[in-house]
Antibody, heavy 123, light 108 residues
Framework: EVQLVESGGGLVQPGGSLRLSCAAS????????MYWVRQAPGKGLVWVSR????????TYADSVKGRFTISRDNAKNTLYLQMNSLRAEDTAVYYC????????????????WGQGILVTVSS | EIVLTQSPGTLSLSPGERASLSCRAS???????LAWYQQKPGQAPRLLIF???SRATGIPDRFSGSGSGTDFTLTISRLEPEDFAVYYC?????????FGQGTKVEIK
């Protein structure tokens, strides 16, 4: 069974930092592109970042570019999101999610999702 | 950035009824790279439809997707009690990947 378990969230002051982790199991983690998606309280889904399978390429939403860094450790089956210079508008539940490989296009939706972890940025 | 606009915002229906949810894109979605997700309160989203009209693994056949270019539809043929939730469309053909704002399907 595919499992994604996020950790590392919590309350942080504006300008602070947090590192989220996502532990993967039940599949060959090193084969999959991975993503972070967030959801502010009562709001919709927003894509944050993605990383390719070997960790050599990543992209970011404009709203987090230069502040957030996605990375992965394939030996530990873990995805990370380093979040710096946090702002109140970064307050959200953060989900890690996996690419759903149905063709070889490099354009994929997201299938398995973690349960999400809450990040609250407030003084 | 491709903006996805979903309508209606809320759909009030009874179990057994048919639901039609719309997703309109601000520009053509490459190769119909359009997905639909279901999200229930306190839960992560679940992939229902990919490539505009293909059902993901384990999704009941009462869920169907259609459309191309800029106009897409998710249809639930007969609503079951467990189908009352929020539904999001997503395009994954262009970067950044974007989601619609969601349609809530509630019990009438």
């Amino acid at each position: 069974e595919v499992q994604l378990v996020e950790s590392g969230g919590g309350l942080v002051q504006p300008g602070g930092s947090l590192r989220l982790s996502c532990a993967a199991s039940g599949f060959t983690f090193s084969h999959y592109w991975m993503y972070w998606v967030r959801q502010a309280p009562g709001k919709g889904l927003v894509w944050v970042s993605r990383i390719n399978s070997d960790g050599t390429d990543s992209t970011y939403a404009d709203s987090v570019k230069g502040r957030f860094t996605i990375s992965r450790d394939n030996a530990k089956n873990t995805l990370y999101l380093q979040m710096n210079s946090l702002r109140a508008e970064d307050t959200a539940v953060y989900y890690c999610t996996r690419a759903y490989y149905y063709d070889s296009s490099a354009h994929w939706p997201f299938d398995s999702w973690g349960q999400g972890i809450l990040v609250t940025v407030s003084s | 950035e491709i903006v996805l606009t979903q309508s209606p915002g809320t759909l009030s229906l009874s179990p057994g009824e048919r639901a039609s949810l719309s997703c309109r894109a601000s520009q053509s979605v490459n190769s119909n790279y359009l997905a639909w997700y279901q999200q229930k309160p306190g839960q992560a989203p679940r992939l229902l439809i990919f490539a505009a009209s293909s059902r993901a693994t384990g999704i009941p056949d009462r869920f169907s997707g259609s459309g191309s270019g800029t106009d897409f539809t998710l249809t639930i043929s007969r609503l079951e009690p467990e189908d009352f939730a929020v539904y999001y469309c997503q395009q994954y053909g262009n970067s950044p990947r974007t989601f619609g704002q969601g349609t809530k399907v509630e019990i009438k």
